[in-house]
């Protein structure tokens, strides 16, 4: 329930989120069998990832962070005091605290559809920074979010690291950045800034190792989707003829994860039928990753003007600020 007591997730009379059952029956259904990555993330999959962003190979985490750690003063003048950062999925992570650190910030507001991670992060910011006010807000960040009265009158500055835009195609990518600046209040004629993470193209080999690791985790991320579903929705996926595959497609400049079948198989999901020829794949993510050009036009298309960019020493991550 958000504050204003409205279920986010809709479940059937047997606790079945129907959002859930109905990507997964249409996903199945399809000649490329797709599925959306954020159905990756119950408990088990945010475990994982988070496991993810310690492997040596996913190097996103650090270098992302390497940035915020090396540049809070440019922060600090670009930027400036008293704005009230809106952080767009509230991760647990060290990010969070660098930023506020570097711009003395006038309200800290995270944004999150998951209640339990969103009081969880807020409580440890809170600790952290016991002068700062912090409105945590339970809401599905991808449409506008009306933002707590206390913050309507400050500055406002978006926060969207981790390159978590790459998971998303173009389309929906562009609806977000056109979201984030209705949320932040650039269509009252205010001028927001978002400090936003892009992961940028690198070979090929470096790519396909971060997004499968030699201990498994992220195989384990990606399978855990269909012991989820046969969890979650009565599934009878034999999980041991599913491998984690996670190629490079060139023409789109994405990482994708499938879930690949090692022979025919037949299955039922929520009474249903489905059935897999050795070598089918289920589409389980798309990862882009950015030029810095093509980083800068999808901004723009979102109605973002970049202003600054900062990339880590080995020039693999990119921080952008844009102003709305
Ligand atoms: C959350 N997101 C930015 C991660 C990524 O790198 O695309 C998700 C992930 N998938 C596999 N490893 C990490």
Redesign the pocket.
């Known amino acids: 329930k958000t504050e204003q007591g409205i279920a986010l997730v809709d479940r059937d009379e047997d606790g079945v989120d129907r959002a859930f059952r109905e990507d997964v029956l249409a996903g199945l259904s399809q000649r490329q069998k797709a599925i959306p ?1 954020r159905w ?1 993330y119950d408990d088990a999959g945010s475990q994982l ?1 988070e496991d ?1 962003t310690d492997l040596e190979e ?1 190097y ?1 985490t650090r270098a992302e962070t390497e940035i915020l750690e090396a540049r809070g003063q440019e922060f600090a003048r670009l930027i400036g005091p008293g704005r009230a950062v809106v952080e767009f999925g509230s991760g647990s992570s060290v990010k969070t605290p660098l930023l506020l650190n570097a711009i003395a910030p006038g309200a800290y507001v995270p944004l999150d559809i998951s209640g339990d991670f969103l009081r969880q992060s807020a409580a440890a910011l809170s600790e952290k920074f016991p002068g700062l006010n912090v409105h945590p807000v339970e809401a599905d960040f991808m449409r506008e979010v009306a933002l707590p009265e206390d913050v309507l009158g400050m500055k406002k500055l978006g926060f969207f690291p ?3 835009i ?2 998303m195609v173009a389309r929906t990518a562009v609806d977000l950045l056109r979201s984030m600046r209705a949320t932040l209040g650039a269509e009252e004629g205010e001028t927001p800034q978002l400090l936003i993470g892009m ?1 940028l193209v690198k070979d090929p080999e470096v790519l396909e190792a ?2 499968d690791d030699a201990r498994g985790v ?1 195989a384990q ?2 399978l855990n989707l269909a012991r989820r579903i046969n969890r979650e929705l009565g599934g009878t996926i034999p999980v041991e003829s599913l491998r984690h595959t ?1 190629p490079w497609n060139d023409d789109f400049a994405r ?1 994708e ?1 499938h879930l690949e079948a090692t022979r025919d198989i037949a299955f039922k999901v929520a009474g249903r039928n489905f059935t897999m020829k050795r070598g089918e794949t289920i589409h389980t ?1 798309n ?1 882009h990753k950015f030029t810095r050009r093509s980083a800068n036009t999808l901004l723009l298309a979102g109605g973002w003007t970049p202003i600054e960019r900062w990339t880590d020493e080995a020039g693999r991550f990119s921080l952008i600020l844009a102003e709305a």
Do not use: H, R, V
């Open positions: 990555a990756l990832f993810i996913y996103p981790g390159s978590t790459g998971n992961d971060a997004y992220t991320f990606n996670a990482i994860m993510e990862s």
